[in-house]
């Protein structure tokens, strides 16, 4: 069965090289598709120096979204499995991709759901869960809800949530992989307006989808407390 794994990239250039390297060096990979959304950074530019058979990279004219990333890379891709990673992830192995597309060959599972969680950390947040970008489907259970999809920005992993049952869905950690928050990939006030515009955008995709937005308020409040302990670090120096 022929496996794609499709990232979507929005300025990730200092990321994607060693996120590349892992994707090049997985035998069961039979494609890798890059989507930018309309980097400004040069990611672009640096993965097309690797385009070849198994590594195909595309570029949207301008920042569409996630989901809309998404499904032009999930129409391009000739996989029976899918296989979405983030392009941000620090500490991507060959064994976090093999375990993740595993409950589908093995337990017939439709869909999985897969937390990067750093070393010693055994607790898994439930929104961690609900926007984690790392997942596994069938092609044939996702082409019916592409136009839903390329619809949709940061809530493009809430309507995923919604498509399969839970008997149908497999969640697993991937540890010792890093998803690095906004605050570790660039300045603070930079970091804390694309956290609003993340909240922002996952209120508007709920109102689409007429799912209840008490979701978005309960990650608000995560991201006010973050935003809070990193500011006190600044003031402080630390």
């Known amino acids: 069965m022929k496996i794609s794994a499709i990232l979507p990239v929005f300025n990730e250039r200092e990321r994607i090289e060693k996120i ?44 569409r979204g996630k989901g ?29 991709l093999k375990v993740l597309i595993l409950p589908l060959l093995k337990e017939r599972k439709k869909c999985v759901i897969a937390v990067p969680i750093e070393k010693n950390r055994k607790l898994i947040r439930p929104w961690e869960i609900w926007l984690s970008g790392e997942r596994a489907y069938f092609k ?22 919604s498509i399969f049952t839970p008997e149908e869905t497999k969640i697993i950690s991937l540890d010792g992989l890093l998803s690095p928050s906004k605050f570790e990939k660039m300045e603070f006030f930079e970091a804390l307006k694309e956290y609003l515009r993340e909240v ?39």
């Open 20 to 63: 590349l390297k892992v994707m090049k060096e997985t035998e069961f990979l039979d494609e890798i598709i890059f989507v930018d959304d309309g980097s400004r950074d040069g990611s672009f530019e640096f993965l097309k120096k690797y385009e070849g058979e198994k590594i195909k990279i595309f570029r949207l004219k301008r920042n």
């Open 68 to 96: 809309f990333a998404l499904s032009f890379g999930i129409k391009k891709a000739s996989g029976e499995i899918l296989i979405f990673i983030d392009s941000d992830l620090i500490g991507l192995k060959k064994e976090h």
């Open 140 to 161: 044939k259970d996702i082409l019916p809800h592409l136009e839903k999809i390329s619809k949709l920005r940061y809530g493009v992993e809430l309507f995923l949530d």
């Open 200 to 238: 922002k955008e996952i209120f508007e995709d709920l109102r689409k989808l007429g799912i209840n937005p008490s979701f978005a308020k309960i990650l608000l409040k995560s991201y006010i407390k973050e935003i809070e302990e990193r500011f006190f670090r600044k003031k402080m120096g630390v």
